[in-house]
């Protein structure tokens, strides 16, 4: 069975300090991976998408890696402020024209 | 370009009624989804349609119907309101034939069912 799981499901951080959440995925034949930002009560924001042939993408302070042979994603956020605070989300998508599977989030609180 | 619209953000619905969550993209998607999101759980994929005119099941279907008539909208029907469908609805949309197959998401449906 195709599942992505996050680990962990809660992370407190003080400001400025530099973390990495992570997923995690059962089947390493993915087309791409998609990792989303959701604010309390939002919808979800697409962050970075990183298709299977790429070993990263970055936005400012974003970097999200793929190492599809162990089947793990990360995402780096550097000096985090208050504001990355929100629950973050994993996708992979199996095929072209396949469906996101979901892990079930990291939920970050970055304390002033 | 407003992206994925859905309409309305919140209802209360008592037990029994019925009512249409609406959805609508402008990106020219042919691929359109249905979520629903509960406390403390992921999302898990009620419908999906991969073009006008076709609809298929997801994990999670029963007690929802869905049509596509055209590219733009992918309305989610709810039949006989019951407190399990107590839930946050979002519709999505995503393009495979635009190179990436990034998937977009609307702001989502908060119901009560009570």
């Known amino acids: 069975k195709q599942e992505v799981t996050q680990i962990p499901a809660a992370l407190s951080v003080p400001e400025g300090e530099n973390l990495v959440l992570n997923c995690s995925f059962t089947?390493?034949?993915?087309?791409?991976l998609q990792w989303f930002r959701q604010d309390p009560g939002k919808g979800l924001t697409s962050l970075l998408l990183?298709?299977?042939?790429?070993r990263e993408q970055t936005s400012g302070r974003l970097n999200a890696s793929l190492d599809k042979s162990s089947g793990r994603s990360t995402l780096y956020i550097a000096a985090s402020q208050p504001g990355d605070s929100a629950t973050y989300l994993c996708?992979?998508?199996?095929?072209?024209?396949?469906?996101?599977?979901f892990g079930q989030g990291t939920e970050l609180s970055v304390k002033p | 370009n407003a992206g994925v619209t859905q309409t309305p953000k919140f209802r209360i619905l008592k037990i029994g009624q019925s009512m249409t969550l609406q959805c609508a993209q402008d990106m020219n998607h042919n691929y359109m989804y249905w979520y629903r999101q509960d406390p403390g759980m992921g999302l898990k994929l009620i419908y999906y349609s991969v073009g006008a005119g076709i609809t298929d099941k997801g994990e999670v279907p029963n007690g929802y119907n869905v049509s596509r008539s055209t590219t733009e909208d992918f309305p989610l029907r709810l039949e006989l309101a019951a407190p399990s469908q107590t839930s946050v609805y979002f519709c999505?949309?995503?393009?495979?034939?635009?190179?990436?197959?990034?998937?977009?998401f609307g702001p989502g449906t908060r119901l009560t069912v009570t």
């Open positions: 999505a949309s995503s393009e495979p034939g635009q190179g990436t197959h990034e998937q977009y």
């Open positions: 996708a992979v998508r199996y095929n072209q024209g396949g469906k996101l599977i």
């Open positions: 990183i298709q299977s042939s790429q």
């Open positions: 089947d390493s034949a993915i087309y791409n």
